[in-house]
């Protein structure tokens, strides 16, 4: 779909746009363009011609276009006044006189252990095309194709799939995407373009025997790469992962590419790429590994100059509060997982909260997006003031957030100042990070999370934590302790999967041994080194923690406010999920099913099944899109300075088909 202006070819540019003609592997090579290193050909059957129009990729980069400018001869200027109606007329009118899609080339292996080329035709994602008119569609394109190539119907989203549930396969027959791309060879999951030596290991042992080498110009390439991988110039997967894992959300913060390589062993067995210098590149348009004849003049990396700056924490008179008596302004004292969690609750009970910062914002050529979001809520004109009702009420409808407590950075602090043993081997690390001693950091770091973990609670830090939460202690339920410090979810130092929580609490001898436990998770090894590179001090660095009761889940998972694979998508949110609690999801134990849903025109797709064995039901499907809308709500809040500022939510869904939010935050891309 047209987000913008079209940008125009040079008057030069010959177009080689061909109209009612057969379609042979030939021309489809001459027109088409490449995106994610997959072959694409754009076409538009126009129904009432009984003809069809490839379009010269190169050209004409939208359908609409193209159809308005040179078939109905519009001016771009009539067609960017009325952007979104005219799209309603080719997208989603029933009686449309046009239908635009994609064929795109691919293989497989064959019977006979040969690759063998087939067509995959789909429509774009928010198209509304119905039964009658993917069938009518599918066999006007299968009439024109070359014979010999087999065409599949690719659905574009979950509308289109149950459309086709009345139609045969062998009338139409079809691939889900999940299907089509469950085995692609490379995927980018963070984009960029770096020179390095590629350090290809095979196994876990392999790594674990040469990571004390690693370097900052290595390109580290494995199966699964490990949450605690030291910073270098790219990362390679192996094997398949999602764009939210923990290393892709260090890639991002870093600014170092990552991708998935399947045919890596094959390509560096081929080419004696293990050890070599190579040029890594990962985009929309694919994802490459040249070698290179000699080292090359290499650049420091970006992240080598990054210094972080955090606010000064506050340390005086701060007591454990309910969460909903926290808003954002109060992370100096309690930290910003505590912060964010109180500024939900806060909205999601205040009356008429204003969340359309995302849809107010101008698209050009559209003025906002105000018109999509009243037709998401089927109230089509409504006042300013009315829509603002409408989205306060889908949001508390369809999100809550479980009952809990912050503890203040004080109560550590208290805590740690009260042992003298603990102070001298604090005084200690801080003197081996000025000499830069790693050894002698990583041993005084075990050494104090053991001294935190054994030392007791002072009888009034226990009593200043317990007395709060009785009521919730005294019902016997099952709690999770979770951290909350001043060092995450920053610009440049994102901090996931860096600092523990504990999910398994019951009374307040557990309570006071798992916040001792996340305080401890303060000063891993893994955590001082990364702040210590990123600038930040050790003795700035304080933890909070969230109390908050356990809510046992059907499903559990992670959704972003984007699309983290196309930075320029402001129409998806990615979402991610597993049967169980959202930690086997953000720790990485399972491989989740991946969605994307279309928060603009509407719409929803499946993109991997991971380690389901099948997609999940229908109107499961339907309740997450809508979790997907009040996340893009709740981003108009929450991005109130940048409404384009993405968010991260970890999310659950219990029994009853209600969905809480555990944790919510910026999201780095």
Request: glycine share 8%; charged share 20%.
């Amino acid at each position: 779909m047209s987000a913008s202006p079209a940008p125009r070819a040079p008057e030069s540019a010959p177009d080689r746009t061909a109209v009612g003609v057969n379609l042979t592997l030939p021309l489809f090579r001459q027109l088409s363009g490449v995106l994610a290193g997959q072959p694409y050909l754009k076409v538009v059957m126009d129904r009432a011609e009984g003809t069809w129009h490839l379009l010269d990729t190169s050209v004409h980069p939208f359908h609409v276009d193209y159809i308005a400018v040179r078939i109905l001869g519009m001016t771009q200027q009539e067609l960017d006044a009325d952007l979104d109606a005219f799209n309603d007329s080719v997208y989603t009118d029933p009686r449309r006189r046009f239908a635009l899609g994609v064929l795109s080339l691919h293989s497989a292996t064959g019977v006979a252990g040969q690759d063998e080329a087939f067509m995959v035709l789909e429509t774009t994602e928010a198209d509304t095309m119905g039964a009658a008119l993917i069938e009518e569609f599918y066999t006007f394109v299968r009439d024109q194709l070359d014979g010999r190539l087999p065409l599949l119907m690719k659905p574009a989203n979950h509308g289109q799939e149950q459309a086709l549930v009345a139609i045969g396969d062998t009338r139409v027959p079809r691939i889900l995407g999940h299907e089509l791309f469950g085995s692609r060879t490379r995927t980018c999951l963070n984009p960029g373009e770096t020179v390095g030596r590629l350090r290809l290991f095979r196994t876990e042992r392999e790594y674990q025997e040469a990571v004390a080498g690693l370097v900052w110009s290595d390109i580290v390439a494995m199966p699964r790469l490990p949450d605690d991988v030291p910073r270098v110039s790219g990362f390679i997967s192996t094997q398949p992962t999602t764009p939210l894992s923990h290393t892709n959300v260090l890639a991002a913060s870093w600014g170092i590419p990552n991708a998935i390589i399947r045919d890596l062993d094959e390509q560096a067995q081929r080419e004696s790429l293990d050890g070599s210098w190579v040029r890594y590149e990962a985009g929309k348009h694919g994802v490459t590994l040249t070698a290179l004849a000699e080292q090359p003049l290499l650049r420091r990396p970006a992240w080598e100059r990054l210094r972080v700056r955090i606010d000064a924490p506050v340390l005086g008179d701060a007591p454990v509060v309910p969460l909903h008596a926290l808003r954002r302004a109060d992370r100096d004292r309690y930290g910003t997982k505590a912060s964010n969690l109180g500024e939900l609750h806060h909205v999601l009970s205040m009356p008429g909260p204003d969340l359309l910062g995302f849809y107010a914002r101008p698209r050009p050529p559209r003025p906002d997006l105000l018109n999509h979001l009243e037709s998401r809520l089927a109230d089509r004109g409504a006042s300013p003031d009315r829509l603002r009702g409408a989205v306060a009420e889908h949001l508390a409808a369809t999100v809550g957030a479980p009952r809990g407590f912050a503890l203040p950075f004080r109560l550590q602090h208290l805590f740690l100042t009260s042992s003298p043993a603990l102070q001298q081997t604090i005084g200690k690390l801080k003197m081996a990070l000025e000499l830069e001693a790693s050894d002698s950091v990583d041993a005084l770091c075990l050494h104090l999370q053991a001294l935190i973990r054994a030392t007791p609670v002072p009888s009034g830090v226990a009593e200043a934590i317990s007395r709060p939460l009785a009521g919730l202690l005294s019902s016997g339920r099952r709690l999770a302790v979770r951290s909350s410090a001043n060092a995450e979810d920053l610009a440049g130092f994102s901090a996931a999967g860096l600092y523990e929580s504990v999910t398994t609490v019951r009374g307040v001898e557990q309570l006071l041994g798992a916040v001792r436990q996340v305080w401890a998770s303060l000063l891993s090894p893994r955590s001082v080194r990364l702040r210590h590179q990123a600038g930040i001090s050790l003795e700035d660095t304080y933890m909070g923690a969230v109390v908050q009761e356990y809510v046992p889940a059907e499903i559990g998972g992670v959704m972003v406010t984007c699309d983290p694979t196309r930075p320029d998508d402001f129409r998806n949110v990615y979402l991610n999920c597993a049967a169980g609690s959202p930690e086997s999801v953000v720790d990485g134990t399972v491989m989740p099913q991946q969605y994307l849903f279309n928060t603009v025109e509407g719409g929803g797709r499946t993109l991997d099944l991971g380690s389901a064995p099948q997609d999940l039901p229908v109107t499961t499907r339907a309740a997450l899109g809508e979790l997907a809308l009040a996340g893009r709500l709740l981003q108009g809040h929450f991005g109130a300075d940048d409404p384009d500022q993405p968010l991260d939510i970890e999310w659950l869904m219990t029994a009853e088909g209600a969905f809480q939010v555990v944790q919510i935050r910026p999201y780095t891309r």
